[in-house]
């Protein structure tokens, strides 16, 4: 299907694991993003890419890897899990240019016991 | 730094009326975009409307529009003839406008709309 998908939608995991998000897009969307929802802080940037091979960190980095070795995929890897990474993951993709939305996945709610 | 503010934390409306949402933002930019998203209870972030601070014009997007003061910072949404699928949480963003590169979307904390039947 075409858009902006995200996998998985939800997970449970362990404090101190490995895990990845992926992040897939269809447009051939130059800028890709990663944001955290949580309460109170509606969506925080985590990392950016502008293109395969360029990423770049947004707000609240720590504890987060990203790649991008391919401009349709963007995972996102939490290295040692911890609780404070409970949250809402957003994926979302825009074109390069012009000042225009941003396209947005379906998230993936994580949970860190 | 540019900060966006959404004063009302959950808003309720009766089916069919109008409501407005408020937004303030702060930036010492003249050129940027304001943006409202809708996220449904699906979590899918949606675009519902979009503002070019160099336009005057108000933009409107069927059932809604928004009241743009550039003076006053202020970005306020309104919703008419309001429908249960309106019910979501709504966001207001800021970004500002550059002719390349990444520009930072800024966030508010969003306002919980509740549509009563």
């Known amino acids: 299907d075409a858009g902006i998908t995200q996998s998985p939608r939800y997970k449970i995991t362990e404090t101190g694991r490995q895990v990845t998000l992926m992040c897939h897009q269809t447009w051939s969307h130059s800028y890709m993003f990663w944001y955290r929802q949580d309460l109170g802080h509606g969506l925080r940037l985590i990392y950016y890419s502008a293109a395969a091979d360029i990423t770049d960190k947004g707000e609240v980095p720590d504890g987060y890897v990203v790649s991008r070795s391919k401009t349709e995929n963007f995972p996102l890897t939490l290295e040692s899990a911890t609780r404070s990474q409970t949250s809402v993951y957003f994926c979302a993709s825009r074109l390069h240019r012009g000042g225009y939305e941003q396209y947005f996945g379906p998230g993936t709610r994580l949970t860190v016991t | 730094a540019q900060t966006v503010t959404q004063s009302q934390p959950e808003m309720s409306v009766q089916e069919a009326e109008t409501v407005t949402l408020s937004c303030t933002y702060d930036?010492?930019?003249?050129?940027?975009?304001l943006f409202w998203y809708k996220q449904p209870p699906s979590r899918q972030m949606i675009l519902v409307i979009r503002q070019e601070a160099y336009k005057q014009q108000n933009a409107t997007e069927n059932r809604f529009s928004v009241n743009f003061q550039k003076a006053a910072k202020s970005f306020s949404l309104k919703i008419s003839d309001s429908q249960l699928g309106d019910a979501a949480m709504y966001f207001c963003?800021?970004?500002?406008?550059?002719?390349?590169?990444?520009?930072?979307?800024?966030f508010g904390t969003g306002t919980k709309l509740q549509v009563i039947p």
């Open positions: 930036t010492s930019e003249s050129d940027y975009y």
């Open positions: 963003a800021y970004r500002r406008f550059r002719s390349g590169g990444y520009q930072k979307v800024t």
